[in-house]
C-alpha cells in the first residue's frame, strides 16, 4: 500500500455526514464492518472507496466520480474519523494518521475511460469457473469479502475472476448480486458494493501474471447506473500496464441488459520483498 504522504495538519472535522443502512457512517465517524474485509484485518479497498465516495457525494451533489486514494490498509470495526481537506476532498484518519482521501476525479481522467469489452454471461461463468487463478492455495486473501474463495453465498460477493485465454491480460467474471446488497427502500445494488465489484477483477489481472501479491493504491471509478439485485451482471477486469511496483488496471460492469454499469481504473501497488 502506498505510504502516508502527509494531508492536512488540522484537518475541519465534519459533523454533518448522511449515514447510510451499510456504511457505519455517523456524526464525521466511520466504521467498515468485520464483514468488508480484504487482506485478514482490513477493509476491502473497493468498499472502503465506495463508502468514502458516497460522503464526497453527499458534501458536493453532484460530484458523480471520485478518486480515492488508500494511504494505508484500512482497520476494521474502528472509529475512523472524517475530516474536510483544503482541496475540498475528504480525509480518513485513524488518530492522526491518514488512512485514505476522496476527491472528485479528473474531468480529464474519466473522459478517457474507455470500457473494457464485455463477454456474455454465460462465458463470464464459465472464464471463472475453468480459468480463475485463485483457487486453492494460489489465493492471497482467500477471505475476501469480494473474491475470497472461503466466503459463503450471500456473505460474500464471490466474484472469481477468469483469465481470457484469447485475450491476455483481460478477466472476466459472472456476478449475480445477492438481495442483502440492495438498498431496504428498492432493489437496487448499493453504490458501496458496485466500487467493490470493480476492485478485485482488476487486481487479478495482474496477479495471475505478474505478482504474487497486490494491494490497491488509488480507484478513479465512474457510476453511471445501479444494476438490480438478481440482475445476470458481467464484471471485466484488464491489465493497462506496470511501472516498477506499479500495476495499473480497468475494470467494466455491465448490468443484466448488457450495458455499462460502471467502470473503474486503478493503481496497485506490490509491496516490496526482503
Known amino acids: 500500500m502506498a505510504g502516508v504522504d502527509g494531508g492536512s495538519s488540522n484537518p475541519d472535522v465534519l459533523n454533518d455526514v448522511s449515514s447510510g443502512a451499510s456504511s457505519g457512517v455517523s456524526d464525521g465517524v466511520l466504521s467498515v464492518a468485520a464483514r468488508f474485509n480484504g487482506p485478514p484485518g482490513s477493509g476491502n479497498g473497493g468498499y472502503v472507496a465506495g463508502l468514502l465516495s458516497q460522503q464526497l457525494s453527499g458534501r458536493a451533489p453532484g460530484v458523480g466520480c471520485a478518486t480515492v486514494t488508500l494511504r494505508q490498509p484500512p482497520p476494521l470495526e474502528r472509529s475512523l474519523r472524517l475530516a474536510g ?13 491518514l488512512v485514505a482521501e476522496v476527491a472528485a476525479a479528473e474531468e480529464a481522467l474519466v473522459e478517457a475511460f474507455e470500457p473494457v469489452d464485455p463477454v456474455s454471461f454465460e462465458l463470464a461463468a464459465e472464464s471463472s469457473a475453468a480459468f480463475f487463478p485463485g483457487r486453492g492455495a494460489e489465493h492471497p486473501y482467500p477471505t475476501c469479502f469480494v473474491c475470497g474463495t472461503e466466503r459463503a453465498e450471500g456473505d460474500g460477493l464471490r466474484l472469481f475472476p477468469g483469465l481470457l485465454p484469447q485475450r491476455p491480460g483481460t478477466t472476466a467474471c459472472a456476478w449475480v448480486p445477492d438481495v442483502s446488497l440492495a438498498d431496504g427502500e428498492n432493489t ?33 471509478a465512474r457510476i453511471d447506473a445501479l444494476p438490480y439485485a438478481g440482475d ?16 495499473r488496471t480497468a475494470t467494466t460492469l455491465y448490468d443484466g441488459d448488457g450495458r455499462v454499469a460502471a467502470h473503474a481504473e486503478a493503481v496497485w501497488i506490490a509491496p516490496r520483498t526482503g
Open 232 to 247: 445476470r451482471c458481467v464484471v471485466m477486469g484488464r491489465l493497462l500496464g506496470q511501472e516498477g511496483r506499479k500495476l
Open 85 to 97: 481537506e483544503s482541496a475540498g476532498g475528504l480525509g480518513l484518519y485513524d488518530g492522526d494518521a
Open 188 to 220: 437496487y445494488v448499493r453504490p458501496e458494493f458496485v466500487w467493490a465489484a470493480l476492485d478485485c477483477p482488476g487486481g487479478w489481472t495482474a496477479l495471475a501474471t505478474r505478482e504474487p501479491v497486490l494491494l490497491l493504491g488509488r480507484m478513479t
